[in-house]
């Protein structure tokens, strides 16, 4: 490159810089993951040898499931059969992967562990969901995922975060949600009265905004408007909005429910010291932002049926250095939530200050997953990044997460968990028998498609 005729060093160097520094972002990350399990193995220790071996390798996440396959097939079959087992508690013979395990949640189980992501859609009439979200998670509901999420789903038309969000706080969004599986409930906070994402993430509308509430007078930008201060008596409303959106959501047959306490939202804004300014007992030290977020979900808790499920989502990292919630107090996020009734963390990280600096990649998210399942020991979910078969099944076989949760792959490809069963060779899975025709032809070209690259 550098005696090229016509390119002069400088030009050289740069091409080069450009070429190569993907390559080596790359190279750097697998380090630092790497160099992370060793200096924290004690927290694999209560793994079983066979996990602690894969999760050994698999330690840089260069290598994955299928890789193992390529250089020993046999011990990759023997931790799938161990996974099988272990998650159907019968000794399993043949192999299968790890993705398509069932997994229990209180008196749910899921088929697999494949979780389609809850995902903003925008496309709400006065927070009633319409036929567009009848065929979108309608469709979705027949892709094969274990479990599916719908989007935020606000408990009052003050905590929507744009006029197109969904709802669950009157009478008529109930019985639009009763033809509709499993669902988010959430309060936008300082993020709120903004227009729809496709318009500008977190912009203020230009007309016909409503006034928002947070734990602290911390706009979330410049442009954004103040929040005012909860107060006690804001607190009170606001749970009781939270207890009722839970037996709507009861009423409307929902099999589970998650508390939305992550990205910079109204609970979020409690729990990261960025937004939390307060003097009294809801500020401060950790325990203490946690105190609201905690009577939040104890509530809900309370309010929903002891054998249905309930999750939470956090923002596991601020990524704003020792200023905002680092990884180390996500640990103690979770095992609180955990403590007080949560079946399951969902564990996402950022969003919660506008000018933090995330550091993206694959999988980007899944070491806190890891950090909080195996060092709070609860069940977790990861996200983030997360769009092929081979991180799922790295993911889950590792012992980094319980669940894994794809939010794009399921919004351009409905059928993604149908498409990995069938590259996977896999006839577990449940199709909708009008497509069965469809599933034995793609499984079918798919493995001369893979002989072929062979």
């Known amino acids: 490159m550098l005696n090229r005729p016509g390119l002069g060093r400088e030009a050289a160097l740069e091409e080069y810089q450009a070429e190569r520094n993907l390559e080596v972002l790359k190279l750097q990350n697998s380090a630092r993951n790497s160099t992370e399990w060793f200096e924290t193995l004690e927290r694999y220790l209560h793994f079983e040898p066979i996990q602690f071996a894969y999760s050994l390798l698999t330690r840089s996440q260069r290598v994955s499931h299928e890789n193992l396959r390529l250089r020993d097939r046999s011990w990759l079959e023997g931790v799938e059969r161990w996974f099988q087992s272990r998650a159907r508690g ?7 992967p790890p993705m398509f395990a069932p997994y229990r949640l209180r008196g749910m189980t899921l088929d697999n562990r494949v979780v389609v992501s809850p995902m903003a859609m925008y496309s709400a009439e006065d927070g009633t969901p319409t036929d567009f979200h009848l065929v979108h998670y309608g469709t979705r509901a027949q892709s094969g995922a274990g479990l599916l999420y719908t989007e935020m789903t606000c408990v009052s038309a003050e905590g929507r975060i744009t006029p197109a969000c969904t709802g669950l706080y009157a009478p008529a969004h109930v019985a639009a949600w009763r033809r509709i599986v499993d669902f988010v409930a959430g309060h936008s906070g300082p993020k709120g009265s903004t227009r729809v994402g496709w318009e500008g993430y977190d912009v203020p509308l230009d007309g016909g905004n409503w006034p928002v509430m947070a734990a602290s007078e911390i706009p979330w930008s410049p442009d954004n408007q103040i929040p005012r201060p909860m107060t006690r008596a804001d607190m009170d409303e606001v749970i009781a909005q939270f207890v009722a959106a839970v037996c709507m959501g009861e009423e409307a047959g929902f099999d589970m429910v998650e508390l939305h306490a992550a990205h910079g939202y109204l609970l979020s804004s409690f729990i990261t010291p960025l937004m939390n300014r307060r003097t009294d007992d809801y500020g401060g030290t950790l325990a203490n932002r946690l105190r609201f977020p905690l009577e939040v979900f104890r509530a809900m808790r309370a309010a929903w049926p002891e054998q249905k499920p309930m999750s939470v989502r956090i923002s596991a990292n601020d990524w704003m250095g020792d200023d905002g919630v680092t990884p180390a107090d996500a640990v103690q996020i979770g095992q609180a939530f955990a403590e ?14 506008a000018t933090s600096a995330p550091v993206y990649g694959r999988m980007f998210q899944t070491p806190f997953a890891d950090r909080i399942r195996n060092e709070a020991r609860v069940a977790t979910m990861a996200v983030g990044n997360i769009y092929e078969p081979d991180h799922v099944n790295s993911i889950l076989a590792a012992g980094r997460a319980d669940l894994v949760a794809l ?3 399921h919004l351009i490809d409905p059928m993604w968990t149908l498409r990995a069963a069938a590259a996977q060779d896999y006839r577990g899975v449940t199709v909708p028998k009008p497509y069965l025709s469809g599933m034995v032809q793609l499984a079918r070209n798919l493995a001369r498609e893979a002989e072929l690259k062979a």
């Open 340 to 353: 007080a009734g949560a079946d399951l963390i969902d564990v996402s990280a950022g969003q919660t200050w």
């Open 90 to 96: 019968a000794p399993v013979n043949d192999p299968a």
């Open 407 to 409: 939010a794009r792959p």
